[in-house]
């Protein structure tokens, strides 16, 4: 609780929102001491906004600009100002498919975070699960961090390891990331709703 009101969840992502859906069922459920605010998405027809709608939690489209792989400034300023007035206190990226800058992380300072599917720093960018079967690596995973202004880059929240089978295709791999992301993305934004994660540059350490 903050102010005498429930820690509040922004949550952007532009895909089917199995990682949102995980922690929106894990705040019903209790396990999460804090509410889904606002769901947005820079894709009208995403999944996460049909998600969102089935469970009476507000969800909207925001045109992302100009850019193919970023919002643009105006963008920017339109999901800050969104997030702001539904009075977020920590935007959780789950699938949002484009890169934030300067203006919106400075809004949200020290409180934007997201899911990677991979142990980084190894394999950021697109389809790191694919990338990871590629090189031939044999333990994967998912990674929570918070966003800094590079591309999967900033302080490193929390990690959960995934094997790689024989016989693995991209997609199995994949669906076994994803079911590890959606025990590890509740856990981490739990912890994050109590004020126990502390942020000492680059480390982040367990509080109280
Ligand atoms: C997840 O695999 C996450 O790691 C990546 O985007 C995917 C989103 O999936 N950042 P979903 O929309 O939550 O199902």
Not at 149 to 165: K, N, R
Not at 181 to 200: D, F, N, T
């Amino acid at each position: 609780m903050r102010n005498d009101r429930p820690f509040r969840l922004g949550v952007l992502g532009s895909g089917k929102g199995s990682n949102f859906v995980a922690i929106a069922e894990a705040c019903a459920a209790g396990r999460i001491p804090a509410q889904v605010g606002l769901v947005i998405s820079d894709v009208p027809d995403a999944g996460i906004l049909s998600q969102a709608q089935t469970r009476g939690i507000p969800q909207t489209f925001l045109a992302p600009g100009k850019y193919r792989t970023k919002l643009d400034e105006a963008a920017e300023q339109a999901y800050a100002g969104a997030l702001q007035e539904a009075g977020v206190d920590l935007v959780i990226l789950a699938g949002f498919m484009r890169i934030l800058k300067g203006g919106f992380l400075q809004a949200f300072a020290g409180r934007v975070i997201n899911i990677h599917p991979s142990l980084l720093p190894s394999f950021p960018g697109l389809a790191a699960w694919r990338q990871a079967l590629e090189y031939g690596v044999k333990v994967t995973g998912c990674t929570v961090h918070f966003v800094d202004q590079g591309v999967d880059t900033g302080p490193i929240i929390a990690q959960q390891t995934v094997p790689v089978l024989d016989g693995d295709t991209a997609d199995t791999l994949h669906q076994r990331i994803q079911a590890a992301e959606w025990q590890l993305y509740p856990e981490c934004v739990a912890a994050l709703a109590r004020g126990q994660v502390i942020v000492r540059g680059r480390q982040t350490v367990a509080g109280p």
